[in-house]
């Protein structure tokens, strides 16, 4: 496992999430090019529920913590959806 740590603090100091399976409503995000000239791009945001994982997580931000705990159900979420409560050794 690969230590994590943060290069500088926002308004919320450095701190560890544990590893935690649970379920709830998840939106992934993805990039929908246009058709137009250049780098014309739009998101296209759907979402679902199964159980799923996140691994232990170390950061700091600028947003509240409370904020943080109990919004997390709107976070965009990347996992494997082959084995969602399962992480890469």
């Not at 560890?16 to 791009?41: C, E, I, N, R, W």
């Not at 759907?46 to 232990?56: D, R, S």
């Not at 947003?63 to 996992?79: I, N, T």
Request: charged content about 20%.
């Amino acid at each position: 496992m690969t230590a994590q740590r943060t290069e500088g603090e926002g308004r919320e100091p450095t701190h560890t999430h544990p590893a935690v399976t649970h379920s709830h409503d998840h939106y992934h995000v993805t990039h929908h090019h246009t058709g137009g000239a250049g780098d014309s791009l739009e998101h296209r945001v759907y979402w679902h529920t199964h159980p799923h994982n996140h691994n232990e997580l170390t950061h700091s931000h600028d947003y509240d913590r409370d904020d943080e705990e109990q919004h997390h159900g709107r976070e965009a979420h990347v996992h494997d959806h082959a084995a969602p409560t399962q992480s890469p050794a």
